[in-house]
């Protein structure tokens, strides 16, 4: 399995899981700072899992990571993508799809270039 796949891999599994705990919590009124916190948790598991994946990736395509380097969208498509994966999780859980306050919050933020 390549580094890339292996890395789409543990997205969708820590999507997955953030998806199951986000239901359960719904389901059992969690307080919002706890949700917040195990999600800040799990965010941090996924990127000490992504720091090995990365050392542990055969060298051959540590090198065509470096020459190559994959373009990084621009910080609104970034948010935009994120807005879109909360209201796919929302309408899963079903959830309010169109909160009263702070919806598009993202948008709002300052250039940061």
């Known amino acids: 399995m ?4 292996t890395r789409k891999l543990l997205d969708e599994t820590i ?3 953030a ?3 986000g239901g359960i919590f719904a389901v059992h009124g969690v307080a919002d700072e706890v949700v917040w916190q195990a999600m800040k948790h799990l965010d ?3 990127d000490n899992a992504l720091a090995r994946l990365e050392e542990s ?3 051959e395509e540590k090198i065509q990571k470096t020459a190559n ?3 990084r969208p621009h910080p609104a498509i970034d948010a935009l993508l994120m807005n879109l994966s909360i209201k796919r999780r929302n309408l899963i859980l079903g959830l309010d799809d169109h909160p009263k306050e702070g919806c598009h919050k993202w948008m709002n ?3 940061n270039i």
């Open 2 to 5: 390549s580094l890339i796949e």
């Open 15 to 17: 999507e997955e899981i």
């Open 19 to 21: 998806l199951v705990l």
């Open 44 to 46: 941090m598991s996924h």
């Open 57 to 59: 990736a055969p060298s």
């Open 69 to 71: 380097p994959a373009p």
């Open 109 to 111: 933020r300052e250039k």
